[in-house]
């Protein structure tokens, strides 16, 4: 729910909300009538109404099989979170899970609130799963095959090294863009994409959330389970969990600062890949994501509410991205705009202060070097003294009709 206040404060960001959510309200609509199909389609608006509504945008057939390969390795995922399932029995299931995909009579009980539902009924997602063409059938067993078997091997150790966390991502997140690159391929939409920029998609994409998570992942009941890894955060305290103590908040930021800096490593590959797509519901598929993750890494950087509570980028500019992110100009604007917030707040005594100011300037020579910043107008710094009265009084307007509405019933 976004507030008066946060409307009054980015006025500019009133339209695009109102559009997020008739888009929603559409896009419920649209959710197919046979059952398994109505499942599918209606898990997803519960497990991930931002991906949902992106995922709108593809092409019937291409949309159906990217709703069961995310749904495939969400319930993968969900067996992987389960703390409370022994490892002696969660291991040979990881392993085996491209199996059942195929076995309409599987299912596993798993999980809390919507991910345990998936888990009781998947045999809706294998029913859906099983009328996909036979080129989508086989990526998704293949990434899901793989997946499982990464899975598996960190179920069994902790992440040591930062090539072992590379490692971890790959195949909890990387693989996903090598699985989506081939959805893409097999639609006929796109050439194959590389797999190391494939790689590098989900890595961004993982990165940031693993960094961003870290007070959700460290405080899971009955045991947290963490991906930090210990060759970054043991430059800085003894034990992971310390990182939340108040005491060590100096130590904390550096090693926030520290992950942070790791992730921006892909910035520049994730960036190639983007402006070799063709399809634009595709490319809009793919890049609103990732200006997602340039954004929430930069509003993370140099901020212990990370050890505190939820960081995240505000709904209205979220759905601002959404909006507005149309064209690969767009891409280059976005993510030189969260670049710049981050290099403001880089304070020259961080450790990493001088590798991530390069990795920040080299992505931003990327973006001007495309041309494409004198081509447009920033959604997320621009000026938006020109548009406030006039919208401010749309916004009161608006509020005042529905307000008189609501006083009739």
Known sequence: MVSIGAILKHPDEFRPLLKLKLASKHAEKQIP??????????????????????????????????????????????????????????????EAF???????????????NHYKVLMDEFHHVTTAFLELGKGYQEAIEEITKRMGAG????????????????EYCHYVAGLV???????????????????YLSNSMGLFLQKTNIIRDYLEDINE?????????REIWSKYVNKLEDLKNEENSEKAVQCLNDMVTNALLHMEDCLKYMAALRDPAIFRFCAIPQIMAIGTLALCYNNIE??????????????????????????????????????S?????????????????????????????????????????????????????????????VATK
């Not at 989506?180 to 050439?191: M, Q, R, T, Y």
């Open 221 to 229: 009941i009955p045991k947290s389970r963490m991906f930090w890894p």
């Open 306 to 343: 990370v050890f505190r509570g939820v960081v995240k980028m505000r709904r209205g500019l979220t759905a601002k991205v959404m909006d507005q992110t149309k064209t690969m100009s767009d891409v280059y604007g976005a993510f030189y705009d969260f670049s710049l917030m981050l290099k």
């Open 33 to 94: 009538h046979e059952p398994h199909w109505h499942f599918c389609y209606s898990m997803l608006h519960k497990v991930s109404r931002s991906f949902a509504l992106v995922i709108q945008q593809l092409g019937p057939e291409l949309r159906n099989a990217v709703a069961i390969f995310y749904l495939v390795l969400r319930a993968l995922d969900t067996v992987e979170d389960d703390t409370s399932i022994p490892n002696d029995v969660k291991v040979p299931i990881l």
């Open 177 to 195: 863009g090598l699985g989506l690159s081939k959805l893409f391929h097999a639609a006929n939409l796109e050439d194959l994409a590389s797999d």
């Open 151 to 166: 899975m598996a091997k960190f179920i069994l150790k902790e992440v040591e090294t930062v090539d072992e966390y590379d």
């Open 98 to 112: 491209h199996r059942h995909i195929y076995d309409s009579d599987w299912h596993f009980a798993c999980g809390t």
């Open 345 to 405: 707040k880089i304070d020259k005594n961080d450790p990493n202060a001088t590798k991530t100011l390069n990795r920040i300037e080299a992505v931003q020579k990327v973006c001007r070097d495309s041309g494409a910043l004198n081509q447009r107008t920033s959604y997320i710094l621009g000026n938006q003294s020109i548009c406030n009265s006039t919208m401010i009084f749309v916004i009161f307007l608006v509020l005042a009709i529905m307000i008189a509405f």
